[in-house]
């Protein structure tokens, strides 16, 4: 009880010492990439890919139901894709993301905090691009390889990792936090060089520059923010904390080999 209350001292000392700061660098990306960006792209009808999202799919069997969507759930682990709620899933494939290769029948491709826990980012964007129908769009959200969370995630035992993590933040247990990962070409950069190279264009990103993970100990965090700030005057838009990116595979080239769409301009915000 002492220590659960120290940490909870701490977190809540460290969002005030963050108070100080522009509201764009205290916004969460997997919270944004949740309420702004998936709401926008399901569209009625579509058929929808989500790959990693295992037992716990991007979207919830009303929504499905409201919509008419048809879900294919693609997964490494067949007793993950088994324990996602009844009905949500029409389809599952249990297959490796970075060698699987799709039928370009997808209208959206959702990947959330998925890349990060396969080690062949290149093989994954082209499984990404296979799956896509001309037109069809995917939306990816990813922890940054640059963050420091990523690298000293990088750097621990899994089972050390795993302990920590849960011991300060328990409700993470719940989600996918406490798997393996890699941070394989998890940056910005990578991701816009990796979907050119697959014929995928960026139509819409977002980065984020916030993580919990040293809230817990709050000279810890402002000394996190103090380096993130040096960080961000070397590497600029390379030392986001995380990312979201929405791709679209164009319905054709046009005599130049470029899109013929038109329309698609990148809209960074850093």
């Excluded at 009880?1 to 701490?10: C, D, E, G, P, S």
């Excluded at 008419?68 to 324990?83: N, R, W």
Aim: glycine share 8%; proline share 6%.
């Amino acid at each position: 009880m002492i220590i659960r209350n120290f940490i909870n001292t701490n977190i809540g000392l460290s969002r005030a010492v963050d108070g100080v700061l522009p509201a764009r660098l205290r916004e969460d990306g997997n919270r944004h990439f949740r309420s702004h960006v998936l709401p926008h792209v399901l569209l009625p009808g579509s058929r929808v890919y989500d790959l990693g999202g295992g037992s716990r799919p991007c979207v919830d069997l009303a929504d499905k139901q409201r919509l008419g969507l048809t879900i294919v759930g693609l997964d490494i682990s067949a007793e993950e894709l088994a324990l996602a709620p009844a009905g949500v899933y029409d389809k599952t494939i249990a297959a490796d993301l970075c060698s699987f290769v799709g039928d370009q029948e997808a209208d959206l491709v959702v990947c959330q905090a998925t890349l990060e826990h396969v080690p062949d980012t290149p093989g994954a964007l082209r499984a990404i691009a296979s799956c896509l129908k001309p037109g069809g769009i995917a939306v990816l959200f990813a922890p940054c390889r640059n963050a420091a969370f990523a690298r000293l995630n990088l750097l621990l035992p899994q089972e050390l990792k795993r302990k920590i993590l849960f011991a300060i933040f328990p409700q993470k247990a719940e989600g996918h936090d406490g798997f393996r990962a890699y941070y394989d070409h998890c940056t910005p950069r990578d991701i816009e060089r990796l979907a050119a190279a697959n014929g995928l264009q960026v139509q819409e990103r977002r980065l984020f520059w916030i993580s919990s993970y040293f809230t817990a100990f709050t000279p810890l965090f402002v000394l996190w923010r103090f380096m993130q700030g040096l960080h961000y005057l070397v590497v600029r838009e390379q030392a986001a904390e995380t990312f979201w990116y929405v791709l679209v595979r164009p319905r054709r080239q046009g005599p130049s080999g470029g899109s013929s769409d038109g329309g698609l301009a990148l809209q960074a915000s850093d």
